[in-house]
């Protein structure tokens, strides 16, 4: 999984149509707000879904470890596959991003997640800080734990 974090003072996305996705989730708005948080532009990547577990606990972890840092409360995920390089399948993508929303959540975060599958306007004002823009790649955590 690979994710870019801004921290934001404002992200807003309004769906403009539908992806070329063979999995379009419903709308329920069609616009998404998200006030002082982090963006989380995230990509599943293939592999990931075999790894499940470790990829949710490692992006959950960077994810956390970044609010802690910069005082922030909530977050948004984001489906971003078009940035990287060999996407996940959309179902395994949307398990992926769900559970990891999900850990966040039981871990005292606010988290929402934007529908997988449709074409956004944005507007964006992130912060001006070291740490307002973020990479990271999330290896499964065994793959990343020292001999």
């Given amino acids: 999984m690979r994710i870019l974090i801004f921290h934001v003072d404002h992200f807003s996305c ?3 149509q539908r992806g ?16 002082e948080g982090l963006l ?7 592999g990931d879904e075999s790894r499940q577990q470790e990829v949710v606990a490692g992006a959950a972890m960077e994810i ?11 977050a948004m995920l984001h489906p971003f596959a078009h940035l990287f390089g060999l996407p996940a399948d959309p179902q395994a993508s949307v398990a992926v991003l769900d559970a990891v929303a999900s850990a966040l959540q039981t871990e005292g975060l606010e988290c929402s997640r934007t529908p997988f599958g449709w074409f956004f ?10 740490l307002s823009r ?14």
């Fill in 40 to 46: 989380v532009l995230a990509s599943v990547e293939r």
């Fill in 64 to 74: 956390r470890k970044l609010a802690r840092q910069v005082g922030a409360r909530r």
């Fill in 121 to 130: 306007s944005w507007e964006l004002r992130a912060k001006g800080h070291p």
């Fill in 14 to 16: 309004t769906a403009t």
């Fill in 20 to 35: 070329r996705s063979a999995l379009v989730e419903p709308l329920a708005e069609r616009t998404f707000t998200l006030e």
């Fill in 134 to 147: 973020v990479a990271r790649r999330i290896p499964p955590l065994q793959e990343t734990a020292a001999p």
